[in-house]
């Protein structure tokens, strides 16, 4: 496991959920603090509020992809969507050709129902792959920014646009 697999990891094993633990391990380079990238992903966990549906970890890194290669306008989709379909592409075949589902994931054959988190016991991290998933989003996401550099400066920490005054 890479440098951001360990930082991702490291803080789902503090209680992050599985976004917040992507999103949070890539303050430096979106330009944004952790605090605020936890913030940002903490919804996105469980598959979208513990759903099950999108894996909070490949959601955790699309969040990323948007701070780093959007623009903020409505033509970047052209630009992010592509990144995030190669994104899920690698994700799924690095956890054996599945999924970006996290009930398939899981090995669920339906959405739990309860909003309530589990208690994050020694049994809890046994059966859950999600300590692996993070990790593996993480690296991914690294990987992808190593190779292709974001082309703008990131986002201001507090989220405003930068206006040139005259």
């Not at 440098?3 to 209680?15: M, P, V």
Request: proline content about 8%; some cysteine; glycine content about 14%.
């Amino acid at each position: 496991m890479g440098k951001k697999g360990e930082e991702a990891t490291a803080l789902f094993y503090q209680g992050y959920n599985c976004s917040q633990s992507v999103a949070g391990a890539f303050a430096e380079e979106t330009g944004l603090s952790q605090q605020l990238l936890l913030r940002l992903s903490v919804g996105l966990g469980g598959g979208v509020g513990r759903l099950r549906e999108v894996c909070g970890a490949f959601g955790g890194a699309v969040l990323v992809l948007g701070l780093l290669y959007g623009d903020g306008s409505p033509a970047s989709k052209r630009t992010v969507y592509p990144i995030v379909q190669q994104l899920a592409a690698q994700y799924r075949q690095a956890n054996g050709g599945g999924s970006i589902v996290c009930r398939e994931l899981l090995g669920l054959t339906r959405p739990e129902g309860s909003p309530v988190p589990e208690a994050r016991t020694p049994e809890y991290y046994k059966k859950r792959p999600c300590p692996a998933l993070v990790g593996c989003a993480a690296d991914l996401l690294a990987d992808y920014i190593a190779q292709h550099p974001p082309r703008r400066d990131p986002p201001p920490e507090d989220g405003a646009a930068q206006t040139e005054t005259p």
